[in-house]
């Protein structure tokens, strides 16, 4: 490889070795400092206003568990525009590899090409099931497609090719997939995958930038010297003669931070712009690391890596050309409201149902919820990041009246440029969070409250079931459970009950003859498209 080859090469891996573990470090500080804040206490004083209450003239209607219609089990493939503004730049690019790859400078046989092209369109598949919302099959059908396909091709050069020509292509198909398998499996780790499509192209690009710049000033002390020449003023000073090795260091790592730290707030500024989000930015990491792998391999010309940046640029033209022209056009007013309850100590649990839920749901409107310790990883993202860094996460959180009103003001409405809403985390203490409820309430389309493991020991949830009766209707709320907590909750139908029996006249839920409490049962993954077919089903 030439010069420029090597050091984006080297910047790639750079980018992909780093960006795990800083991420991962950054998440967990993040996460400790969060959890230190949510389980605080300040001097605060929750006025809560009191309503009267009165007898509910009509009696508890009980609990309706609610069953999926055979007709309605199942889940759609979401935005086909958003899909669209992914796949065709996607396509593209796939299309420009083969070419530069492949396919200049000579004739190639006709199955030999197709099968190249399956094998470089590989990433697609990630584009798929990145943007698939969860609980569809569609994925898994395509992948069996997919293989097959590789199979008969195989199979085909068997007969017609020599066993040499065969495990070459098995060896041009392995590394036209090895990048993808990186970002499949990025994808699956909840602790890294909303921060490190953040630091992977920051650590890229500050890399690349300071392998060339040191390369190519390496054997010329003067050019170091005019370079550096503040640097080296400081160094005399210190009586510090001669560019050494730690000096050589030390000056890179300074440059290294600095292109951090200017990246990191680029990115944020972008992100908060609504121009990019982890989804955009973890299919853009993935296609430059695909374009960078393949085109800077041993085989290829000096030319190769000027086709890498070509395709990057042209994929990212295209793709932002047709995100602006496939995008919505909505206003405040035309989003779906999503407000997420549940019982704080499921954990992992909480963490998955809530990525099903949401994966479905961003594609339409945006998610309300009060953050806790329990989807921290899930939702952290490089603003939050960086204010942290900062010194500032305390005024994300609503320790006071002002900071309440503030974050409530501040919740994001509208979609990013590919469509797709966003997760509004509302960070409470021990002290605010029954205020922030109140304020979270009104408004909201649809109320999904997980209640499974939930007993009377969960005071927070008493009192968010008390108040969304008072003051919700109830058509507009799904709770959920699992066999478990149905067949033994005795718990959840007598709070639900106490709840109902004394009622604020004012209640959209006073007198009701309608009302139904609804409680979906969900024991595992299965059970989603009925719970997402019920979610949706009083939109």
């Known amino acids: 490889m030439n010069t420029l ?14 960006a795990i573990p800083l991420s991962l470090v950054v998440t967990r500080l993040f996460k400790k400092k969060v959890e230190k804040l949510i389980n605080s206490e300040n001097d605060f004083n929750e006025i809560l206003s009191e309503p009267t209450l009165l007898v509910n003239p009509i009696p508890f209607p009980g609990i309706t568990k ?57 990433p697609l598949l990630f584009v798929t099931y990145t943007l698939k919302p969860s609980g569809n099959d569609f994925f898994g059908k395509l992948l069996k497609i997919y293989f097959l396909l590789h199979i008969m091709f195989i199979v085909y050069f068997l007969f017609r090719s020599k066993p040499s020509d065969v495990f070459g292509i098995l060896y041009l198909f392995l590394m036209n997939i090895g990048p993808t398998l990186i970002f499949f499996w990025l994808n699956s780790r909840t602790t890294i995958k909303a921060i490190a499509p953040f630091m992977f192209p920051v650590i890229f690009i ?170 921290t990883n899930s939702l952290v993202d490089i603003d939050d990041l960086l204010t942290y860094l900062s010194g500032g996460i305390r005024k994300r959180f609503c320790l006071s009246e002002t900071l309440i009103i503030e974050n409530v003001n501040k919740i994001d409405k509208l979609p990013d440029i590919d469509g797709r809403y966003r997760v509004n985390e509302m960070y409470c203490n021990n002290s605010t969070w029954k205020t922030v409820l109140d304020k979270l309430l009104p408004g909201t389309n649809r109320i999904l409250m997980d209640l499974r493991g939930f007993s009377a020991a969960n005071k927070g949830c008493i009192h968010e079931i008390q108040q969304i009766i008072y003051s919700v209707p109830m058509e507009k709320v799904l709770f959920v459970s699992d066999s478990k907590g149905l067949q033994h909750g005795a718990d959840m139908y007598t709070i639900m009950k106490i709840a109902w029996e004394t009622i604020p006249a004012s209640s959209p839920n006073y007198a009701n003859t309608e009302t139904v409490f609804c409680v979906f049962e969900y024991n595992n993954k299965k059970d989603l498209p009925g719970l997402l077919y019920h979610l949706s089903s009083f939109e």
């Not at 984006?8 to 070795?17: E, K, Q």
């Not at 704080?344 to 953050?371: D, R």
């Open 5 to 18: 080859n090597g050091a984006t090469f080297m910047s790639l891996v750079v980018g992909l070795i780093l």
């Open 206 to 375: 500050g890399s690349l930038f300071i392998m060339l710049g040191v390369t190519l000033l390496m054997g010329n002390q003067a050019a170091l010297e005019n370079v550096f020449n503040t640097f080296f003023v400081f160094l005399d000073a210190l009586n510090i003669h001669g560019l050494t090795n730690v000096t050589l260091y030390s000056v890179v790592f300074i440059l290294f931070m600095g292109f951090a730290i200017l990246g990191l707030l680029l990115l944020r500024g972008t992100y908060n712009s609504k121009n990019i989000n982890g989804q955009i930015l973890l299919i853009d990491c993935l296609w430059l690391t695909q374009v960078i792998f393949m085109t800077s391999m041993p085989y290829n010309d000096h030319r190769a890596i000027t086709y890498a940046f070509l395709i990057l640029l042209v994929y990212k033209i295209v793709q932002l050309v047709m995100m602006k022209l496939l995008g919505q056009n909505a206003h405040a007013g035309s989003h779906q409201q999503l407000l997420v309850l549940r019982v704080f100590s499921l954990g992992k649990e909480s963490e998955k149902l809530f990525g099903y839920v949401a994966s479905n749901w961003l594609s339409k409107g945006y998610i309300k919820l009060i953050a806790g310790f329990d989807l």
């Open 66 to 122: 609610l069953t999926t219609p055979v007709s309605h089990a199942h889940t759609y493939l979401g935005k086909t525009k958003t899909y669209l503004s992914h796949f065709i730049p996607g396509l593209l690019v796939c299309f420009m590899i083969l070419y530069s790859n492949y396919l200049q400078g000579g004739s190639i046989v006709m199955m030999t090409a197709f099968y190249l092209f399956l094998c470089v369109c590989f």
